[in-house]
């Protein structure tokens, strides 16, 4: 039987703010940890809960391994003592930060952090292991694997980083002992048809913000169409905005939602916001995406888009009309296959099951984008706003909790009246320019756009790329900062003037949760031919064969339009095509000549490290 003791039963610590990075880990699975050299283990259950709290204290406070190193929270989801008793760390929700994502010459699979939970066995180097804890990470992993949506794969530290941990404890794993009964590594654990749909607001993926909105009232939405990305599933919903933003040029993802073959909701555009996935029907119609070719809609992403049928006619008042995007008037494709198409000439028939909102659940009524996803994020926390409403008065103040809801949304556009701009809700360049203007400028001692990350923080980001001399962790903007910041922007392919805008954000988040951490040095060697098969959905074994480039064709015709024949021969039009996507996508500058050579796979390497392949 698993007992879990809760954060408040063992006396955590707040976060010091709130988590805005995206998790998703049923990509992964559980990174098994331990704690270090030494001797950790408690002999006495009853001192089991201060050490828990002692592990909380040590990542939070300085000094740890240095200054830069300290966390917002305890760095594990959740922690397992030797009496077989688990304590939730940051907990189901939240993304890890212990499976190491800096610096990059350290990492052996990229976005560790985003796609795995943390789970500590509360024991050093030198003790030896327990039957008991061995027994409840195996429960454990069963219990997040049915109840939080964790992947099949379970892996020691040492596996996705250069590390010694988890000690004793790898060959338990290596062995299978952490593998629930009937759990096995190799294929995701069947979910249980009572296991309900999940919802994941804009923030929670980690979306980029829109360069502009256009709302339009639910009045005015007559129908619903389904579309697919005619992509493999292992596509990102990051990667699919990475390309309508920078590839079409859109201002941002397409679609109004999308669905993965999980049964996942992910929101796009929202609701009440104009799309851009079928021209002429942008306005009246809501898109919604199935990630995946024809053929790989399962049941629950098949029941997925049902729901959110369900709730566009609950939200709207009305039934809208089904339609699939080839169905439309005007529109000359084959989106969404037969197979679905076939679905929803049917009447979208699918098992109803419940959905589980999150911060800003389907099944709300109104508009909006929802609770957690608005704000423009990625500009300013959500906390930051509501901060910086009540620095101005707002009253009655707001709770500075980090979620988007209405009140904080009133907020927002009280503050955005106040400072001269468009009262939209949405904290954007404009609304951020005025704020900074207002306030006396970005603060911490100028340059950075510290409004976006504190010149501390950009600190620590550039010491963790592996600058060298490292910086010093201080606060204060001066030319050794300025220099370190445009080496990080040189690094991530934006431009290098040394201010920290929503650009070098973006691409920064972009290199964290979906970048490769590769040495852009102009050779395709086999970490290149790694993240390149991740990226087009091929099988990744490092050998650049005619299924990669099959794989690379494939990937070009759909992200680019490219129209080549898929035939597993590299030549001068693949080449071109491969220049020309990385020139809409990175704005590489590339001569499209269709020769591949150094500058093309740097081009390449820089938008696998930013995420915009």
């Given at each position: 039987m698993l007992t879990i003791v809760t954060?408040?039963?063992?006396?955590?610590?707040?976060?010091?703010?709130?988590?805005?990075?995206?998790?998703?880990?049923?990509?992964?699975?559980?990174?098994?940890?331990?704690?270090?050299?030494?001797?950790?283990?408690?002999?006495?259950?009853?001192?089991?809960?201060?050490?828990?709290?002692?592990?909380?204290?040590?990542?939070?406070d300085p000094p740890f391994w240095s200054s830069k190193d300290t966390y917002d929270d305890i760095a594990y989801n959740y922690l397992v003592c030797n009496h077989g008793i688990v304590f939730e760390g940051r907990g189901s929700d939240v993304r890890s930060a212990a499976n190491g994502a800096e610096p990059p010459s350290k990492v052996k699979i990229p976005g560790a952090n985003q796609d795995y939970f943390a789970v500590c066995g509360m024991m050093a180097l030198e003790d030896e292991v327990h039957g008991e804890m061995v027994a409840a990470i195996r429960e454990l992993v069963g219990w997040l694997r049915s109840n939080a949506q964790a992947g099949p794969l379970v892996r020691g530290h040492l596996d996705v980083f250069d590390t010694e941990c988890p000690g004793?404890?790898?060959?338990?794993?290596?062995?299978?002992?952490?593998?629930?009964?009937?759990?096995?590594?190799?294929?995701?654990?069947?979910?249980?048809?009572?296991?309900?749909?999940?919802?994941?607001?804009?923030?929670?993926?980690?979306?980029?913000?829109?360069?502009?909105?256009?709302?339009?009232?639910?009045?005015?939405?007559?129908?619903?169409?389904?579309?697919?990305?005619?992509?493999?599933?292992?596509?990102?919903?990051?990667?699919?905005?990475?390309?309508?933003?920078?590839?079409?040029?859109?201002?941002?993802?397409?679609?109004?939602?999308?669905?993965?073959?999980?049964?996942?909701?992910?929101?796009?555009?929202?609701?009440?916001?104009?799309?851009?996935?079928?021209?002429?029907?942008?306005?009246?119609?809501?898109?919604?995406?199935?990630?995946?070719?024809?053929?790989?809609?399962?049941?629950?992403?098949?029941?997925?888009l049902r729901a959110l049928y369900n709730a566009a006619n609950a939200n709207t008042g009305r039934t809208l009309t089904p339609t699939w995007h080839g169905g439309?008037?005007?529109?000359?494709?084959?989106?969404?296959?037969?197979?679905?198409?076939?679905?929803?000439?049917?009447?979208?028939?699918?098992?109803?099951?419940?959905?589980?909102?999150?911060?800003?659940?389907?099944?709300?009524?109104?508009?909006?984008?929802?609770?957690?996803?608005?704000?423009?994020?990625?500009?300013?926390?959500?906390?930051?706003?509501?901060?910086?409403?009540?620095?101005?008065?707002?009253?009655?103040?707001?709770?500075?909790?980090?979620?988007?809801?209405p009140h904080t949304d009133a907020g927002v556009r009280w503050l955005q009246t106040k400072l001269g701009v468009g009262a939209d809700g949405l904290w954007g360049p404009a609304t951020e320019a005025a704020y900074a203007s207002g306030s006396g400028g970005t603060g911490g001692g100028g340059g950075g756009m510290t409004s976006v990350r504190s010149v501390s923080s950009q600190q620590q980001a550039v010491n963790g790329y592996g600058y060298s001399p490292a910086l010093t962790v201080d606060g204060i903007w001066g030319p050794h900062t300025d220099a370190g910041v445009r080496w990080l922007q040189t690094k991530l392919g934006v431009g290098a003037d040394g201010l920290w805008g929503p650009a070098t954000e973006a691409a920064y988040n972009g290199g964290l949760d979906n970048g490769a951490a590769l040495t852009v040095d102009g050779s395709f060697g086999p970490a290149t031919v790694k993240a390149t098969q991740r990226a087009i959905g091929v099988t990744v074994d490092g050998q650049w064969g005619p299924d990669s480039v099959?794989?690379?064709?494939?990937?070009?015709?759909?992200?680019?339009?490219?129209?080549?024949?898929?035939?597993?021969?590299?030549?001068?039009?693949?080449?071109?095509?491969?220049?020309?996507?990385?020139?809409?996508?990175?704005?590489?500058?590339?001569?499209?000549?269709?020769?591949?050579?150094?500058?093309?796979?740097?081009?390449?390497?820089?938008?696998?490290?930013?995420?915009?392949?």
């Open positions: 954060r408040e039963e063992w006396g955590a610590r707040p976060r010091k703010k709130p988590e805005t990075l995206s998790f998703s880990p049923w990509r992964g699975g559980v990174v098994v940890h331990h704690l270090g050299p030494g001797k950790e283990a408690q002999s006495r259950h009853d001192d089991c809960a201060a050490h828990v709290r002692d592990i909380q204290r040590m990542q939070m004793k404890l790898y060959p338990y794993l290596t062995s299978g002992a952490f593998l629930p009964p009937g759990g096995g590594d190799d294929g995701p654990t069947p979910p249980k048809p009572s296991q309900p749909l999940f919802y994941y607001s804009r923030s929670q993926w980690g979306a980029r913000p829109p360069k502009e909105v256009t709302r339009v009232p639910l009045s005015e939405r007559t129908g619903f169409t389904v579309h697919y990305s005619d992509g493999p599933t292992s596509q990102t919903v990051r990667a699919i905005q990475n390309y309508h933003m920078d590839g079409q040029g859109w201002s941002d993802i397409g679609y109004n939602f999308l669905v993965d073959r999980d049964g996942r909701i992910y929101e796009g555009r929202g609701w009440d916001v104009v799309g851009a996935h079928a021209t002429g029907h942008n306005t009246t119609h809501i898109g919604a995406c199935f990630i995946g070719y024809d053929g790989d809609a399962t049941p629950r992403a098949l029941s997925a439309l008037s005007g529109q000359s494709t084959q989106c969404p296959g037969p197979g679905l198409r076939a679905w929803v000439q049917g009447g979208m028939q699918a098992t109803s099951i419940p959905v589980r909102e999150g911060t800003g659940g389907i099944g709300g009524s109104g508009g909006g984008t929802g609770a957690g996803g608005g704000g423009m994020t990625s500009v300013r926390s959500v906390a930051s706003q509501q901060q910086a409403v009540n620095g101005r008065g707002y009253s009655p103040a707001l709770t500075v909790d980090g979620i988007w809801g099959r794989g690379l064709q494939r990937h070009l015709n759909t992200w680019s339009g490219a129209g080549l024949v898929v035939d597993g021969a590299a030549g001068p039009a693949t080449y071109k095509a491969l220049q020309t996507h990385l020139n809409k996508m990175t704005g590489a500058g590339l001569a499209v000549d269709g020769a591949w050579g150094p500058a093309t796979v740097k081009a390449l390497q820089t938008a696998l490290n930013r995420g915009q392949f």
